[in-house]
């Protein structure tokens, strides 16, 4: 069972930055750290329904970046350390919301599917 754990969210003032962190575990034999999973970033705020906003897919980690965050922010992934990242820059109000990771095998980075796997979440609050 792959275990995901999210952090370094917090409270931000507008325009700023955070750097936030997806660290995976419990792999199987077989698929043996995140080179084998699709790793998306999602968000929901209060009152709205969850976000894909990012996502590296397996092997070649090729990115994507949902369209109204594009330019903002930033996914990437360390696989010795079994780390993803979302780097997300110019921080607005509407950026408020709780991030988590999720993986799958087989979604195709979609970042409209339900992935197997996905973490807590970590709380982003963007306020002056």
């Known amino acids: 069972q792959v275990q995901l754990v999210e952090s370094g969210g917090g409270l931000v003032q507008p325009g700023g930055s955070l750097t936030l962190s997806c660290t995976a575990s419990g792999f199987s034999a077989e698929h043996s750290d995140i080179l084998y999973y699709d790793i998306g970033w999602f968000r929901q705020a209060p009152g709205k329904e969850r976000e894909g906003v990012a996502c590296i897919s397996k092997f070649e980690g090729r990115t994507s970046v949902a369209d109204n965050v594009k330019g903002r922010f930033t996914i990437s992934r360390d696989i010795a350390k079994n780390m993803v990242f979302l780097q997300i820059n110019k921080l607005t109000t509407e950026d408020t919301a709780v991030y988590f990771c999720?993986?799958?095998?087989?979604?195709?980075?979609?970042?409209?599917?339900?992935?197997?796997?996905r973490g807590q979440g970590t709380q982003v609050t963007v306020s002056s």
């Open positions: 999720a993986a799958d095998r087989f979604v195709r980075c979609s970042l409209r599917a339900n992935y197997d796997f």
